[in-house]
């Protein structure tokens, strides 16, 4: 006869439990938005939790017809905070599936 048949049935209910959980988790991800700033404010750009850009914005005084590098990097810059900040926000969410492991490829 086998033994611990219940718990390794419990063990997978549980399991998929989590999954069914983690699913949920990460596409409520792409309702939360992150934003990322550059320049002091000059450029913004938003971000949803599944690192789609929805909006970016420039203000015009930064809008330098001689300079569009110094544009460029401001953009360059403001995406670049607010997708840390995805991942930030991605890693506060999912986080509480793995308890703090850091299991590479996860999310």
Same mark, same amino acid.
């Given at each position: 006869?086998?033994?611990?048949?219940?718990?390794?049935?419990?063990?997978?209910?549980?399991?998929? /439990?989590?999954?069914?959980?983690?699913?949920?988790?990460? @596409?409520? %991800?792409? $309702?939360?938005?992150?934003?990322? =700033?550059?320049?002091?404010?000059?450029?913004?750009?938003?971000?949803?939790?599944?690192?789609?850009?929805?909006?970016?914005?420039? /203000?015009?005084?930064?809008?330098?017809?001689?300079?569009? @590098?110094? %544009?460029? $990097?401001?953009?360059?810059?403001? =995406?670049?905070?607010?997708?840390?900040?995805?991942?930030?926000?991605?890693?506060?969410?999912?986080?509480?599936?793995?308890?703090?492991?850091?299991?590479?490829?996860?999310?």
């Amino acid at each position: 006869m086998m033994r611990g048949g219940g718990n390794m049935n419990n063990m997978m209910k549980q399991m998929q /439990k989590m999954q069914k959980e983690m699913a949920k988790a990460q @596409e409520d %991800l792409k $309702d939360k938005k992150a934003e990322g =700033t550059a320049g002091g404010g000059m450029v913004t750009v938003i971000a949803n939790g599944h690192k789609e850009v929805l909006e970016v914005n420039i /203000k015009e005084d930064v809008v330098d017809p001689e300079d569009i @590098e110094m %544009l460029q $990097d401001l953009v360059l810059a403001a =995406t670049n905070d607010a997708l840390k900040k995805v991942d930030e926000l991605v890693n506060q969410d999912m986080g509480k599936f793995t308890k703090g492991l850091n299991i590479p490829g996860l999310f």
